[in-house]
């Protein structure tokens, strides 16, 4: 079975400020990774994911992310963010078959 | 062009209703998926359909029935509708022909069902 930890429910952070949102995943077989934000009222995008190579991966907006299999972890992180980086974050992963499973959201606030 | 839409955005109802979104995607997708994102944000998967095929039933009540006419189309209807149903449902729609779970989700803005 699958499943996605997503540590923090709400972050707040100040403009400018440097910010890591944390995501671990269980699973029994080889996943693949995901983060998607959500803006208010929006669907869901995706900011960045990662299939193979690099542990690191950069994504849009100047977020990345790092892979690390022995911590079962994939957290996100931006250097400086900025008041239009308020939005629901959610990490994911896939299996073979397509099958999606979401963390419950980190709630990212940045305070001007 | 939106690549995923959702028909509509808000729907307000009694319960005991019936209802139904419709969903469609311009972007040659084989997979598509409905999921049901509650007051919480939790994101609960509810369908998947490749090819007009049903791949993926999660628990849900058999008041809902999607219904895919062609690879482009899922649509949801649902009957007898309860307080509980109240949520926002997105559609999406990935593309993976191999099925490896590599192809990201494509979501459409979602429609906001509020049962009073």
């Known amino acids: 079975a699958q499943s996605v930890t997503q540590l923090d429910s709400q972050v707040p952070v100040f403009e400018e400020a440097p910010v890591e949102l944390r995501c671990n995943y269980s699973s029994s077989v080889s996943v693949y990774l995901f983060w998607y934000v959500q803006y208010p009222n929006q669907g869901l995008q995706l900011l960045l994911k990662y299939l193979s190579g690099s542990t690191l991966v950069k994504g849009i907006n100047g977020f990345e992310a790092e892979f690390n299999k022995s911590q079962t972890s994939f957290h996100l992180r931006k250097p400086s963010v900025h008041i239009s980086d308020t939005a629901e974050y959610f990490c994911a992963v896939s299996v073979p078959g397509n099958q999606f499973y979401f963390g419950t959201g980190t709630s990212l606030t940045v305070i001007p | 062009d939106t690549a995923v839409s959702q028909t509509p955005k808000y729907l307000v109802t009694q319960m005991g209703n019936d209802k139904s979104i419709k969903c469609e995607q311009n972007?040659?997708?084989?997979?598509m998926y409905w999921y049901k994102q509650d007051s919480k944000k939790f994101l609960k998967i509810m369908f998947s359909?490749?090819?007009?095929?049903?791949?993926i039933n999660e628990t849900v009540p058999n008041r809902f029935s999607p219904k895919s006419p062609d690879k482009a189309h899922l649509n949801l209807h649902i009957n007898s509708l309860e307080l509980g149903d109240s949520a926002v449902y997105f559609c999406?729609?990935?593309?993976?022909?191999?099925?490896?779970?590599?192809?990201?989700?494509?979501f459409g803005e979602g429609s906001r069902l509020t049962v009073l």
């Open positions: 359909y490749n090819n007009k095929e049903l791949i």
């Open positions: 972007l040659g997708h084989d997979t």
């Open positions: 999406a729609s990935s593309q993976d022909r191999l099925a490896r779970g590599t192809g990201e989700l494509f």
